[in-house]
T-cell receptor
Framework: AQSVTQLGSHVSVSEGALVLLRCNYS??????LFWYVQYPNQGLQLLLK??????LVKGINGFEAEFKKSETSFHLTKPSAHMSDAAEYFC????????????FGTGTRLTIIP | DTGVSQDPRHKITKRGQNVTFRCDPI?????LYWYRQTLGQGPEFLTY????????KSRLLSDRFSAERPKGSFSTLEIQRTEQGDSAMYLC??????????????FGSGTRLTVV
C-alpha cells in the first residue's frame, strides 16, 4: 500500500526565513504527489501537484516542491516565510492507476515567528 | 458555482443519535469522495462515487455508516447510533475525469461532528 511520511509534526520558522517541509513516499511505482494546506476549521486547499511531468513543481502562494525519485521525496519549500503561511500542511499520494483515492500524511503544523 | 458545499458546518449530537451530512459538489464534477479527519491526523478515505455509483468503501466505514449519491448530484453521509469515536471532521471532495490538467480534488470546508 502506498503511504507518505511527513517528518516533523511541528515546524517553526522566522518570518522571511526559508520554509522546508519534508515528505517521503513509499511506492513501487512513482505515484502522483500532492501538497495541501489547511487553515483552522477549513477544508484542504491544493498547493501543488506532481503528475510525472516536470520534477520541480511550482504552486500557489510562492511554494514549490521537487520530486526526487532517488530519495523518494517530495519536499515543500518557500524561500521567504510570511505570517499568512501559518497553517497545517499535508502531503498526499495517489496511484497513477485505478481510482483517485488519496492517502495523506499526518501533517506538519507550520508556525511563523514574527 | 463557487466550490464544494457542505452542510452543516458543525453538528453536536448525543451518543446514540443518528446524523446526516450533505455535500454538494462542483456541478460538472462526476466524482465525489468522503474523508474523515480526526484531531491531529490527516484525512482518511471513507468512500468514493462516480456519478451515482458507489465504487469503493473503506473498512473504516462500519455498518453504521451509509453514503448515497442519488442522481449523481449531491451526496449524503449518514451515521447511525453515533459513538464518541465518530467525533471528527467529515470532508467531502469532488473531481472530474474530464479535467485532465487537474488530478487534484476540490475539498469542501467540512462538517465537524462532536458526539457528547
Amino acid at each position: 500500500a502506498q503511504s507518505v511520511t511527513q517528518l516533523g509534526s511541528h515546524v517553526s520558522v522566522s518570518e522571511g526565513a526559508l520554509v522546508l517541509l519534508r515528505c517521503n513516499y513509499s511506492s513501487s511505482v512513482p505515484p502522483y504527489l500532492f501538497w495541501y494546506v489547511q487553515y483552522p476549521n477549513q477544508g484542504l486547499q491544493l498547493l501543488l501537484k506532481y503528475t510525472s511531468a516536470a520534477t520541480l513543481v511550482k504552486g500557489i502562494n510562492g511554494f514549490e516542491a521537487e520530486f526526487k525519485k532517488s530519495e523518494t521525496s517530495f519536499h515543500l519549500t518557500k524561500p521567504s516565510a510570511h505570517m499568512s503561511d501559518a497553517a497545517e500542511y499535508f502531503c498526499a499520494v495517489r496511484d497513477i492507476f485505478g481510482n483517485e483515492k488519496l492517502t495523506f500524511g499526518t501533517g506538519t503544523r507550520l508556525t511563523i515567528i514574527p | 458555482d463557487t466550490g464544494v458545499s457542505q452542510d452543516p458546518r458543525h453538528k453536536i449530537t448525543k451518543r446514540g443519535q443518528n446524523v446526516t451530512f450533505r455535500c454538494d459538489p462542483i456541478s460538472e464534477h462526476n466524482r465525489l469522495y468522503w474523508y474523515r479527519q480526526t484531531l491531529g491526523q490527516g484525512p482518511e478515505f471513507l468512500t468514493y462515487f462516480q456519478n451515482e455509483a458507489q465504487l469503493e468503501k473503506s473498512r473504516l466505514l462500519s455498518d453504521r455508516f451509509s453514503a448515497e449519491r442519488p442522481k449523481g448530484s449531491f451526496s449524503t453521509l449518514e451515521i447511525q447510533r453515533t459513538e464518541q469515536g465518530d467525533s471528527a471532521m467529515y470532508l467531502c471532495a469532488s473531481s472530474s475525469r474530464l479535467d485532465r490538467g487537474n488530478y487534484g480534488y476540490t475539498f469542501g470546508s467540512g462538517t465537524r461532528l462532536t458526539v457528547v
